[in-house]
């Protein structure tokens, strides 16, 4: 049942995104641009931060779509967020979080792919990721990537 909810509240984030106009492409177009190349995030950090606030009894620790977009921190203009688990109650996902629309002169928006699991005591944790990012128009490739805009 857990599971179902936070797919369904994935998919009403990306529903929620996903009206397109001429500066900001729809949810699932967005989905759709190719990845070329991604680079490893380090996690360690982050992960102190949700042991702390476990410890400390707040309620975003146990709910992995929370967790994911913590992890991505997202200061965009569109965010588009996607959960995949498997099961009824699953014990871990696979998230991506793309934002898109950033207010920065070269970088247009990034594509961060996490991977979250679940302790015994119903706390997630974000075990390894993966980030890209895109450039606006002229200034480097579109597509997701890791070289640098200019």
Not at 39 to 68: D, H, K, L
Request: proline share 4%; glycine share 8%; with cysteine.
């Amino acid at each position: 049942m857990r599971g179902t909810l936070v797919a369904c509240v994935a998919m009403l984030v990306t529903v929620a995104c996903s009206e397109e106009n001429a500066a900001f492409p729809s949810a699932a177009k967005l989905l759709e641009i190719p990845v070329r190349a991604t680079q490893e995030m380090r996690v360690e950090e982050f992960q102190v931060g949700v042991a702390q606030a476990a410890a400390a009894g707040e309620s975003w620790v146990r709910n992995p779509g929370q967790v994911a977009l913590r992890f991505a921190q997202p200061g965009s203009r569109q965010i588009v967020t996607s959960l995949r688990g498997s099961g009824e109650v699953s014990t871990s996902y696979a998230a991506t979080i793309i934002t898109d629309g950033h207010t920065d002169d070269s970088v247009r928006g990034d594509r961060i792919e996490a991977s979250l699991t679940v302790d015994p005591d119903g706390v997630w944790s974000v075990i390894e990721a993966r980030r890209a990012w895109r450039c606006w128009e002229n200034r480097g490739h579109t597509d997701f990537g890791t070289e640098p805009c200019t």
